[in-house]
């Protein structure tokens, strides 16, 4: 069984006003993508989205978050591997991920007065 991080607690439907919305087509086609991107660094993830053959009764949404933490895993083990010192590591690790992570942040930042309920960025469109 992949670990879905249910050890959070209960799913909770409400979000925070800040949150991306999204439809449950929208989240499923992210969660293949994430998926597909986890299957080819690390250790290959369950056909378990709604629909699928071990389907395991999660939203789509919860799985683009339980996947995506497997991305991330799966990169920082990556780091690890191919820096040739740990300093090296910590700073790919440390600063060096802060400063992409901001530039994602300020990319998906929305104009002032714009609406925050839909990802207008060109990451996840199809």
């Keep these: ?18 949150a991306v ?6 989240w499923d086609q992210i969660a293949r993508y994430v998926r ?31 996947w995506s ?11 690890e591997q191919a820096s040739p010192t740990p300093a090296r590591a910590a700073h790919v690790a440390g600063p060096l991920y802060q400063r992409r992570l901001a530039e994602l942040r300020a990319h998906d930042a929305p104009a002032a007065g714009a609406s ?3 990802h207008e960025g060109p990451y996840l469109t199809g």
């Excluded at 919305?21 to 929208?26: G, M, V």
């Excluded at 056909?47 to 389907?55: D, K």
């Excluded at 789509?60 to 339980?66: E, K």
């Design 1 to 18: 069984m992949v670990d879905h991080g249910d050890d959070f607690g209960r799913w909770l439907e409400e979000q925070h006003p800040g």
């Design 36 to 66: 597909h991107a986890a299957n080819k660094i690390g250790p290959a993830l369950p056909h378990c989205l709604p629909g699928e053959p071990q389907e395991c009764g999660r939203t789509a949404q919860q799985h683009v978050l339980a």
């Design 69 to 79: 933490a497997a991305v991330k895993a799966a990169a920082h083990h990556l780091i």
């Design 116 to 118: 925050t309920t839909q």
């Design 21 to 26: 919305q999204r439809t449950e087509e929208e």
